[in-house]
């Protein structure tokens, strides 16, 4: 089974809604990434979390990490067209403090209409 | 500060061939990893490089090798191509190792025929 799941796996909102995507592990998190993807290229590094509790902002965008329930969240604020793309979440679950240690989700595709 | 740069972006072989892939890390970075993704498996963590010594390796295959240079650059190895190496490879590099911000390339699209 996937150690972690994203949810949704794709979403489509209207241009100026809020919208949520959650990054569950079946393991403990000791640290988690999140990171944006166009189709085909590479990763755009947003945030990285590594405190139960970590909230973290950047413009329009909110990461929290949950760690009892094992759980982040990355929350868009009035979303817009460029924030259309691939959401990928990446955890440490081994406390390995290592990149070889890290597990990506499926990611959640995002479509924004004008 | 220029970004993480992958070449060739795109390569096409033929079943059996090998093929070398390059990235050049953001200057002073130290730490290179490679991934590949693939639409059934995702992101998969391949290997991590750090003042050329491989620190990390993902659960592939051998025929799946890199190393890294004194100047920080690195390059994977495919040999004996298989039509399931087909996937998008992507190095990203860090200051250093262990849990720290990564910064990827844009990827290099191997097609195996």
């Known amino acids: 089974s996937q150690e972690l799941e994203q949810s949704p796996q794709s979403l489509i909102v209207q241009e100026g809604k809020n919208l949520t995507i959650n990054c569950t592990s079946s393991k403990t998190l000791y640290g988690l990434y999140w990171y944006k993807q166009k189709y085909g290229e590479g990763l755009i590094f947003l945030m990285m979390l590594q405190k139960g509790g970590e909230e973290k902002s950047h413009e329009k965008i909110t990461a929290k990490l949950d760690e009892k329930k094992q759980q982040s969240s990355l929350h868009i604020t009035a979303s817009q067209p460029s924030h259309a793309g691939i959401y990928l979440c990446g955890a440490d679950t081994d406390y390995g403090g290592s990149q070889g240690n890290l597990i990506f989700g499926k990611g959640t595709k995002l479509s924004v209409k004008p | 500060k220029a970004g993480v740069t992958q070449t060739p972006r795109y390569l096409i072989k033929t079943r059996g061939q090998q093929v070398t892939l390059s990235c050049s890390p953001i200057s002073g970075h130290r730490s290179v990893s490679w991934y590949q993704q693939t639409p059934g498996q995702g992101l998969q963590f391949l290997f991590e490089y750090f003042s050329e010594t491989q620190r990390n390796k993902g659960n592939f295959p051998g025929r799946f090798s890199g190393r890294q240079f004194s100047n920080s650059r690195s390059e994977m190895n495919v040999s004996t191509l298989e039509l399931g190496d087909s996937a998008l490879y992507l190095c990203?590099?860090?200051?250093?190792?262990?849990?720290?911000?990564?910064?990827f390339g844009p990827g290099t699209r191997l097609t195996v025929l």
């Open positions: 990203a590099s860090s200051m250093r190792t262990g849990l720290s911000e990564q910064f």
